[in-house]
């Protein structure tokens, strides 16, 4: 196994690091203010939400409390999953 196959290996969100950078040698630790902004800046929702991958209902909850929160309409709607909620209070359901 080469070392970016390890390196993206490790963690899902190191994943995230690994798809941004896959030169990246592991060396810093993953932070989340730092390298899941640049991840989700990075991303291409539109391409995401056409693929249909597993777990996209987890994101059609994010976009949809996102655009509820902002009060806009939703740029990606679509059924939500099961085990999410909406919560009140302005909490994300995806947030524990």
């Not at 030169?23 to 693929?51: C, H, I, M, N, P």
Request: hydrophobic fraction near 40%.
């Amino acid at each position: 196994m080469t070392g970016a196959h390890r390196t993206a290996s490790r963690h899902p969100k190191r994943y995230l690091k690994f798809l941004i950078d896959p030169d990246d040698a592991g060396r810093a630790a993953y932070k989340e203010s730092r390298d899941g902004v640049q991840a989700l800046q990075t991303l291409d929702w539109a391409q995401v939400f056409a693929y249909e991958p597993p777990g996209i209902a987890f994101a059609h909850a994010l976009f949809d409390d996102l655009a509820d929160a902002l009060g806009v309409e939703n740029p990606f709607p679509g059924t939500c999953h099961p085990l999410t909620t909406r919560r009140s209070g302005g909490t994300l359901r995806n947030v524990l």
